[in-house]
């Protein structure tokens, strides 16, 4: 047995509670290393009782480890072990002091224990998520419904952006194509800022609680959502709160009478006055954005006026949530504030985090719902896309992304495939529209909620900002209706069918340019295949059968359980 693998701890993400007396356990293992697993439970202070036994499965695998898994249920207080027989069949007790050859005695010290589950630590992702695609809109680019309130300097519609172009699109050019969201299958949008800003992504606020009058105002932000709700299509902001802007009210006052301005502890000042160039004289984002102070978290006052922003606009139009910009840098405890605040004012509003790493430290159940799932979209750019990993790289980098977090928060994970600071996944394929295709089909069956940025479905194109934030296409000869109707065609099959919103994931096969998995929930199964390679292929696969070739991309023979495949083809199979 390889012991230097077997890992457990008693906290998320391998011990957390489902309810009040439930806790979901999990055991790593080495890869193909362990025959039986089964954990040995029982009440904390019982210290003499008799232990409970459950066998735990194996849930996921892949080249480096194994994932055993299981539930079990008392009063709120556990004390626990395992007992693992391995391939070879040896036999050994793990508990938190280690292994043992002979079962611990009743009286035992060194048994892991989860101590009690408190009401307030069980974690629940707002439920509309599990059922959410969501669609992403750059409100500058999207759709221009009011060419009364455009900018001075407004560029043509669909000539290629520049860092500082205009082009006018509003709030009631996105009015005005909600039809066109319903239409396309989605019930959920992310705007990217729309409060005062000089600039086109409106990252650097001058005012939190003002809309950009470029795209409307109050009024016209409720009209959007009052729309959107009546069509069943939730709403969320985006929330810079790691920084503002140079002409923001409070960073004003500073530049204006330093040290004596009751702001200037809102800010990290270097030198007095304010100076901008070379470098900044403050902190700012990113260390050289100018346009953008940082602000300390840390400050009473600083953390009342942020949350009190939080609060107004879920309370003021009713938004559904917050997006929240450069998560990773402020502190947690403000973000385990900014929870309770907003929780409180809307108990279903989701809070997702932008964070392009391993997210795990502010998905505890005690900050964010959710993040926008950048490492799930790089895994998909290196497999799909550029075609750089094998399917065995890729299942790793994608069990063990899975594997990090909760249950509940890895179905209310932003599985994008593309945003407005990344490359267009097409332009990543070289175009390949195929490429693609496949992406997509697993994107759509994977567990979590599917993420659309704006003009994906119809072929758009572009590289790094700000060539992936042109303009929308809404010339129906310039867009890849195929393509649509493709985007049509996964959603249209999420929501028809259980095993992909809310069932188990199991990886089938991974190996070359072949990846397969089972979509499981109350008896009914999904299987999907994805051959991701210009070869054909024939593998072995059991327990494939019924309805066949769901998508349409390619024929498939099922001889036993011989399963051939074509090249760049993917099959969804009932």
Not at 466 to 471: A, F, H, K, N
């Amino acid at each position: 047995m390889i012991r230097q693998a077997v890992y457990h701890k008693s906290d998320v993400p391998f011990a957390y509670p489902l309810n009040k007396d439930e806790l979901h356990i999990v055991l790593r293992t080495a890869s193909s290393d362990i025959k039986k697993c089964y954990i040995f439970y029982r009440d904390r202070y019982d210290w003499m009782g008799k232990f409970k036994v459950k066998e735990m499965f194996l849930t996921q695998s892949n080249e480096l480890f194994d994932y055993y898994e299981t539930t079990i249920k008392l009063n709120k207080k556990f004390a626990y072990f395992f007992y693992l027989i391995s391939n070879r069949n040896e036999k050994v007790y793990y508990t938190e002091s280690g292994f043992y050859q002979r079962r611990p005695e009743n009286s035992f010290h060194g048994f892991f224990q989860y101590p009690y589950i408190c009401d307030m630590d069980v974690f629940f992702a707002p439920k509309w998520t599990s059922d959410c695609i969501v669609y992403q809109i750059f409100p500058d680019r999207f759709n221009n419904g009011d060419k009364s309130n455009d900018p001075e300097n407004v560029r043509p519609w669909g000539e290629k952006p520049e860092s500082t172009t205009f082009f006018g699109g509003d709030i009631q050019g996105i009015i005005d194509k909600v039809e066109y969201l319903k239409d396309l299958g989605i019930n959920a949008i992310y705007m990217t800022p729309i409060f005062l800003s000089p600039s086109t992504h409106k990252y650097n606020t001058t005012d939190y609680y003002k809309i950009d009058p470029h795209f409307g105002d109050t009024h016209k932000a409720k009209e959007l959502i009052d729309k959107c709700h009546k069509n069943g299509i939730r709403v969320i902001f985006d929330a810079v709160f790691n920084h503002c802007g140079y002409d923001f009210f409070a960073f004003q006052d500073v530049i204006k009478n330093g040290k004596d301005s009751k702001y200037w502890d809102w800010f990290n000042i270097y030198e007095w006055p304010i100076k901008t160039t070379p470098i900044p004289s403050y902190e700012a984002f990113a260390d050289h954005e100018w346009r953008m102070p940082k602000l300390m978290t840390k400050n009473p006052d600083v953390q009342e006026y942020l949350l009190n922003v939080a609060e107004y606009w879920i309370k003021e139009v009713d938004i559904d949530g917050w997006r929240l910009d450069v998560a990773n840098e402020i502190d947690h405890h403000f973000w385990r504030r900014f929870r309770e605040i907003v929780k409180k004012a809307k108990h279903d509003a989701i809070i997702v985090g932008e964070v392009m790493h391993d997210a795990s430290p502010w998905l505890y159940g005690d900050q964010f719902d959710s993040v926008m799932n950048y490492p799930f979209k790089n895994a998909l750019v290196d497999f799909f896309a550029k075609r750089r990993i094998d399917a065995k790289r890729f299942n790793t980098i994608i069990t063990e992304h899975l594997m990090r977090h909760m249950d509940g928060v890895n179905r209310a994970m932003l599985n994008l495939i593309g945003s407005h600071d990344t490359e267009r996944f097409l332009t990543m394929c070289n175009g390949m529209v195929v490429r693609m295709k496949l992406a997509l089909v697993f994107q759509f069956t994977y567990i979590g909620v599917p993420y659309i940025y704006y003009g994906d479905e119809v072929g758009m194109v572009g590289g790094y900002d700000p060539d992936c934030r042109r303009c929308m296409i809404w010339n129906e000869e310039k867009q890849n209706l195929k393509l649509f109707n493709f985007y049509k065609t996964l959603i249209s099959l999420r929501k028809e069918n259980e095993e992909l919103r809310y069932g188990t994931y199991k990886t089938l096969y991974a190996r070359d340019g072949i990846i397969s998995f089972k979509r499981e929930y109350k008896g009914k199964s999904i299987i999907v295949i994805i051959n991701d390679s210009s070869k054909e292929h024939s593998i072995l696969l059991n327990g494939v059968q019924g309805k066949l070739d769901i998508l349409g991309m390619g024929k498939i023979k099922i001889r036993g359980k011989i399963v051939s495949l074509e090249p760049n083809c993917a099959y969804i199979l009932k």
